[in-house]
């Protein structure tokens, strides 16, 4: 069974720095794209960035962008979300989901994730 598992969330500082990771099982991951998107309490859930298969094309949403950076290992099966600078606006649940057949300019939206994680929850404390 597919299966993609968050870790690292916690309670932090504002200011402080937290890197999650996911990590696939019974998933050709070389061949996806992963994404990262993150739900507040009482909003909808929000795409915070995308990486294509092979690592060699990131992108983020503005209002993460230059605080936080996104990466995969393909022989670990795992990707990354480092996150500096945090803000209390960045508490929410994480989730990373996976793609592939699509442009990953695409992968912003939703609809087009195959599979989600559970998610990890992050909170920032001011």
């Known amino acids: 069974q597919v299966q993609l598992v968050e870790s690292g969330g916690g309670l932090v500082q504002v200011g402080d720095s937290l890197r999650l990771s996911c990590v696939a099982s019974?998933?050709?991951?070389?061949?996806?794209?992963m994404v990262w998107f993150r739900q507040a309490p009482g909003k909808e859930r929000e795409f915070v960035a995308g990486?294509?298969?092979?690592?060699?094309?990131?992108y983020y949403s503005d209002t993460v962008k230059g605080r936080f950076t996104i990466s995969r290992d393909n022989v670990k099966n795992t990707v990354y979300l480092q996150m500096d600078s945090l803000e209390p606006e960045d508490t929410a649940v994480y989730y990373c989901?996976?793609?592939?057949?699509?442009?990953?300019?695409?992968?912003?939206?939703?609809?087009?994730?195959?599979?989600w994680g559970q998610g990890t929850l992050v909170t920032v404390s001011s």
């Open positions: 989901a996976a793609a592939r057949g699509y442009p990953t300019q695409l992968l912003s939206d939703p609809k087009y994730l195959e599979v």
């Open positions: 019974e998933l050709a991951f070389s061949t996806y794209s």
């Open positions: 990486i294509n298969w092979s690592g060699g094309s990131t």
